[in-house]
C-alpha cells in the first residue's frame, strides 16, 4: 500500500479529487486530500475572507 496525499493547486480545495480519490482507494492506497486554508469553494476551508475596505464604507 502507498501513502498518498493530494494537495491541490490554485483556487482548488480538497473537494477538487472528489472524483480521484475513490480510484485511488480501490487500487489499495491510503489517500489524504488535504484542505488548504483560504483556498478552494470554502466547502473544506474554514478561512472566511474579510469584507474589502471599499464595500466597508458607510456615506
Do not use: F, I, K
Not at 492506497?29 to 474554514?46: D, I
Request: glycine letters at 10%; a positive charge.
Amino acid at each position: 500500500m502507498t501513502a498518498v496525499v493530494l494537495v491541490a493547486g490554485a483556487w482548488h480545495g480538497a473537494w477538487c479529487w472528489e472524483r480521484v480519490l475513490p480510484a485511488l482507494e480501490r487500487a489499495g492506497h491510503a489517500v489524504v486530500p488535504v484542505p488548504l486554508t483560504g483556498v478552494g469553494s470554502g466547502r473544506t476551508s474554514s478561512h472566511r475572507r474579510s469584507p474589502s475596505p471599499r464595500t466597508s464604507r458607510t456615506s
